[in-house]
């Protein structure tokens, strides 16, 4: 029998209870879990900034992490390169990832012969820096205060 895959992708910058969530989620509709990683300037694109992490270094990270099989980057053309490569049997999308429409994913990736299930993480994790976006206001909020020792 071969093994279920299941894929997730995003940018993974800043890591938070939030990102486990989803890596957690997403292992337990497959046998392997792939990390797609965005590229640096895949996110300054999408997101009007660079991440704090270089790309490389987020690979590392989320390598290490237990849920994850593997991670690769994605592709500086083509965001649907790495899944066309891989084939995943599941696609895992992340609460707050809206580049694709669940339906419109499907159909560009019926062109290409593939049929894979495509979830989707509904919900956010209930903690106070579940986002990374919330992590970088409150360094901000702290060192602007004074409170952040150096």
């Not at 279920?4 to 292992?27: Q, R, S």
């Not at 209930?126 to 360094?139: A, G, M, N, Q």
Request: positive net charge; contains cysteine; hydrophobic residues 40%.
């Amino acid at each position: 029998m071969e093994k279920k895959i299941a894929v997730t992708a995003g940018t993974f910058d800043l890591l938070h209870p939030g990102h486990f969530n989803t890596l957690n989620f997403a292992k337990k509709h497959a046998d392997e879990l792939v990390v797609i990683i965005a590229r640096d300037e895949t996110v300054k694109k999408i997101k009007g900034r660079s991440p704090v992490i270089p790309e490389e270094q987020r690979k590392v990270m989320i390598e290490a992490l237990k849920p994850v099989d593997r991670a690769v980057l994605g592709s500086l053309t083509n965001k649907l390169e790495p899944i066309l490569e891989i084939r995943p049997d599941v696609i895992i999308l992340g609460p707050d990832q809206t580049t694709y429409q669940i339906n419109e994913l499907k159909s560009q990736l019926a062109k290409h012969f593939l049929y894979p299930e495509i979830l989707k993480v509904e919900e956010y994790v209930k903690c106070p820096f579940h986002s990374s976006y919330d992590i970088l206001k409150e360094i901000v909020r702290r060192w602007c205060c004074k409170e952040l020792k150096v």
